[in-house]
């Protein structure tokens, strides 16, 4: 089976990494082609609207290897967000050549603020949609047939996907891997990136950590952290309050306003992510992860990660682990040998 072709329209003002970060996972991402010998997923190509190299809002300088004049076939488009793709020539030029290969390409996805381009062939009227947080009630304004999910990572709509903010175009990207190779596949792309194949914060452009650091003062930011980096420290919520100089009828109190989450459940989050993580990694036991994250026994560990993903512990391991997973380091026809 050939490699599906991923092409990334490209542009003078691109985002670099809305087009870098998803290339990478595609890049990552490998299969045994049932011989023994690890085989490329996908085939990147960046379109350019002229044969020139283009420089991105970064300085960063990349050279298409196709232009839309002379365009091979693809099984997925992809629109990178970019300050450039907002200039009317620009964006005219990519409506243009989106309708034009709408019909024979098999999806078609944007990035970030790439939803300028992707919205403005009328495609997605109707349609749930996400962007960057920061340009979601613009986008809504602009095109007010849009139905805008402003906090989710990624939507799928039909045979159209939207994703938001930079980092969020690899977690769309992983996800379109795992839609077509497995899951497996898309957790070894992960793991090769050191990403998470599904970040924990669910569906969120925030993770729940990051959302209570940037929406708390910095006592509390330094309080998360803490507990972040010390999943199996006591962290009572008398506890919690002394570390950050509060009462404990205060530290609660605030906590839920800054957080939206009583301690406890943040901490059984926070273990019970981390516990995931862990079982990706092949963790050597159960019992190991539950007390590496900070339960009190295994059967509490097992209940609360059944409870919470509706899916226990050791079924997960089994569909997700990977212990010998292949590298985009290692050429392709050859088994990934590092230790």
């Given at each position: 089976m050939a490699p599906l072709r991923i092409g990334f329209v490209g542009y003078e003002q691109a985002n670099a990494l809305d087009l870098a970060g998803p290339a990478e996972a595609f890049a990552s991402a490998f299969r045994d082609n049932g011989k023994g010998k690890l085989e490329r997923c996908y085939e990147v190509t960046i379109i350019g609207l002229t044969r020139r190299a283009f420089a991105t809002e970064s300085g960063l300088v990349f050279q298409p290897t196709a232009t839309t004049e002379r365009a091979p076939k693809l099984d997925t488009l992809i629109i990178p967000g970019g300050c450039g793709l907002r200039v009317p020539a620009v964006n005219r030029?990519?409506?243009d050549w989106i309708q034009a290969r709408k019909s024979t390409t098999r999806r078609i996805a944007s990035v970030c603020t790439g939803i300028y381009g992707l919205a403005a062939t009328g495609l997605l009227d109707g349609r749930t949609v996400t962007t960057h947080w920061r340009f979601a009630a613009d986008v809504a304004r602009c095109f007010p047939?849009?139905?805008?999910?402003?906090?989710?990572?990624?939507?799928?709509d039909g045979q159209f996907y939207t994703s938001a903010g930079v980092t969020a175009g690899i977690d769309l990207a992983l996800a379109l891997i795992e839609?077509?190779?497995?899951?497996?596949?898309?957790?070894?792309?992960?793991?090769?990136?050191?990403?998470?194949?599904?970040?924990?914060?669910?569906?969120?452009?925030?993770?729940?950590?990051?959302?209570?650091?940037?929406?708390?003062?910095?006592?509390?930011?330094?309080?998360?952290?803490?507990?972040?980096?010390?999943?199996?420290?006591?962290m009572s919520v008398e506890t919690l309050a002394r570390r950050a100089s509060l009462s404990p009828r205060?530290?609660?109190?605030?906590?839920?306003?800054?957080?939206?989450?009583?301690?406890?459940?943040?901490?059984?989050?926070l273990r019970l992510n981390e516990a995931r993580r862990r079982l990706s990694a092949s963790e050597p036991s159960i019992d190991n992860v539950a007390e590496a994250v900070g339960f009190t026994g295994a059967d509490s560990f097992r209940r609360a990660f059944t409870r919470r993903f509706r899916v226990t512990p050791s079924k997960f391991r089994r569909n997700f682990a990977l212990p010998n997973a292949p590298s985009r380091r290692s050429k392709p026809g050859t088994r990934n040998k590092r230790s």
């Amino acid at each position: 089976m050939a490699p599906l072709r991923i092409g990334f329209v490209g542009y003078e003002q691109a985002n670099a990494l809305d087009l870098a970060g998803p290339a990478e996972a595609f890049a990552s991402a490998f299969r045994d082609n049932g011989k023994g010998k690890l085989e490329r997923c996908y085939e990147v190509t960046i379109i350019g609207l002229t044969r020139r190299a283009f420089a991105t809002e970064s300085g960063l300088v990349f050279q298409p290897t196709a232009t839309t004049e002379r365009a091979p076939k693809l099984d997925t488009l992809i629109i990178p967000g970019g300050c450039g793709l907002r200039v009317p020539a620009v964006n005219r030029k990519v409506v243009d050549w989106i309708q034009a290969r709408k019909s024979t390409t098999r999806r078609i996805a944007s990035v970030c603020t790439g939803i300028y381009g992707l919205a403005a062939t009328g495609l997605l009227d109707g349609r749930t949609v996400t962007t960057h947080w920061r340009f979601a009630a613009d986008v809504a304004r602009c095109f007010p047939k849009l139905r805008m999910k402003p906090n989710a990572l990624f939507v799928k709509d039909g045979q159209f996907y939207t994703s938001a903010g930079v980092t969020a175009g690899i977690d769309l990207a992983l996800a379109l891997i795992e839609e077509d190779f497995g899951s497996k596949i898309a957790l070894a792309a992960a793991r090769e990136m050191v990403v998470y194949l599904k970040r924990s914060g669910g569906q969120e452009q925030y993770s729940e950590p990051l959302q209570f650091q940037t929406n708390s003062s910095d006592r509390f930011a330094e309080l998360v952290a803490w507990m972040m980096n010390n999943p199996t420290a006591e962290m009572s919520v008398e506890t919690l309050a002394r570390r950050a100089s509060l009462s404990p009828r205060q530290f609660f109190r605030r906590f839920k306003e800054h957080f939206g989450s009583s301690p406890a459940m943040f901490v059984e989050t926070l273990r019970l992510n981390e516990a995931r993580r862990r079982l990706s990694a092949s963790e050597p036991s159960i019992d190991n992860v539950a007390e590496a994250v900070g339960f009190t026994g295994a059967d509490s560990f097992r209940r609360a990660f059944t409870r919470r993903f509706r899916v226990t512990p050791s079924k997960f391991r089994r569909n997700f682990a990977l212990p010998n997973a292949p590298s985009r380091r290692s050429k392709p026809g050859t088994r990934n040998k590092r230790s």
